[in-house]
Nanobody
Framework: QVQLVESGGGLVQAGGSLRLSCAASERTFSSYCMGWFRQAPGKDREIVSTISGNGAIAYVTDSVKGRFTISRDNAKNTVYLQMNSLKPEDTAVYSC?????????????????WGQGTRVTVSS
């Protein structure tokens, strides 16, 4: 069982930045593809970004491309999401997820383990 704990959410003004972190309990962390998803009120959960186990392959959804960057530090069992130039429409609960088998996953049901989520609120 992999435990994931997110941190770094909060309230920020439009144009500001936040860095989300997700710490994993799994010692074979580098074996897992990691993803960041978000869910805004009244909307479905959507992929934000995902990164392969060795960090060589990453995906960023179009709506955040050029503003958000995913990275990972396998020595620290942690994946990050750097969010710059935040917009009110980025307001959501952000969750990290881990996927053991296969390549990068873009759907929530591709992932095996989930964190509890961290709330990001961007004020206009």
């Amino acid at each position: 069982q992999v435990q994931l704990v997110e941190s770094g959410g909060g309230l920020v003004q439009a144009g500001g930045s936040l860095r989300l972190s997700c710490a994993a309990s799994e010692r074979t962390f580098s074996s897992y593809c990691m993803g960041w998803f978000r869910q805004a009120p009244g909307k479905d959960r959507e992929i934000v970004s995902t990164i392969s186990g060795n960090g060589a392959i990453a995906y960023v959804t179009d709506s955040v491309k050029g503003r958000f960057t995913i990275s990972r530090d396998n020595a620290k069992n942690t994946v990050y999401l750097q969010m710059n130039s935040l917009k009110p429409e980025d307001t959501a609960v952000y969750s990290c997820a881990a996927r053991l088998v296969g390549g990068i996953g873009l759907r929530p049901d591709n992932y095996d383990y989930w964190g509890q989520g961290t709330r990001v609120t961007v004020s206009s």
